[in-house]
């Protein structure tokens, strides 16, 4: 990451830094000169950019797709993009359902008459896909026929997001916002607002592995005193991330 024609993104950088980045990229993009991208799955959230070139680690067949999507997305290459998809050597495989989709998707991509443009081969993903996955690994639907709706309400999760949000010191405009909150032990909604802004979740498991570099500025508000890097974001040691996912 010390070439300067490779730029980085990912959720351990807060929205304000994400932005200025993405800023950065569509710029050379747009004048022609030499970019890089070394990015996690966030840029496959609505992100607008657009590539000759798309190298993606395999994963769920919707994120990849997602990805390809990245490349020659305004068609103005005069041939088509190339999008990859590889197997990465090190690291290791995410549990749960993201393993099963991954599996899930090898296994039709590795089909024969594979067609990445074709309805039915999304059909048939979705259908392996869901007769493989547990839908119902908390038993949640056991506790409802019960009728034992206090336990499914305190179980059921729309989205399963067991996380905690940090401030991170991007600028020195957070550090204002917390040291104005510190002094009156009061936030308000436009504070909360300007400081999503500089933002990062952590897994619960992982904000508590690094519990000493966190400081409690009130409830809900966390200020994190380790390392955040210009290039990188926030800097947490861990070395394989993977080992964060229960």
């Not at 296994?107 to 067609?115: A, N, Q, R, V, Y």
């Not at 508590?208 to 955040?228: A, C, F, P, V």
Request: some cysteine; overall charge negative; charged content about 30%.
């Amino acid at each position: 990451m010390d070439d300067p024609d490779t730029l980085h993104l990912s959720a351990l950088m807060c929205p304000a830094h994400r932005l200025d980045v993405i800023n950065k990229i569509k710029h050379r993009l747009a004048n022609g000169e030499e970019c890089r991208v070394v990015s996690t799955q966030v840029v496959e959230a609505g992100v607008d950019l657009d590539f000759p070139c798309v190298m993606r680690a395999m994963g769920p067949l919707d994120r990849i797709v997602q990805a390809a999507g990245r490349c020659n997305r305004e068609g103005r290459l005069d041939q088509l993009g190339e999008a990859i998809v590889f197997e990465p050597l090190e690291g290791h495989t995410p549990t749960g359902s993201y393993r099963t989709a991954m599996s899930t998707a090898k296994l039709i991509l590795d089909s024969p008459g594979c067609d990445l443009n074709s309805s039915n081969m999304f059909r048939e993903y979705f259908n392996k896909l869901w007769m493989n996955c547990d839908t119902d690994s908390r038993k949640i639907s056991n506790k409802r026929a019960e009728f034992d709706y206090p336990t499914v309400a305190e179980k059921f999760k729309m989205i399963q997001d067991d996380t905690v949000s940090v401030v991170v010191p991007y600028t020195d405009e957070p550090l204002k916002i917390i040291e104005s909150i510190a002094a009156k032990s009061f936030v308000s909604r436009y504070e909360l607002r300007r400081l999503q802004r500089y933002s990062v979740s952590l897994y619960k498991k992982e904000f508590d592995l690094h519990i000493s570099r966190i400081e409690k500025i009130t409830d809900g508000i966390y200020l994190w005193k380790g390392e955040y890097s210009d290039k990188c974001g926030l800097v947490s040691g861990v070395s394989d991330p993977s080992d964060l996912i229960i």
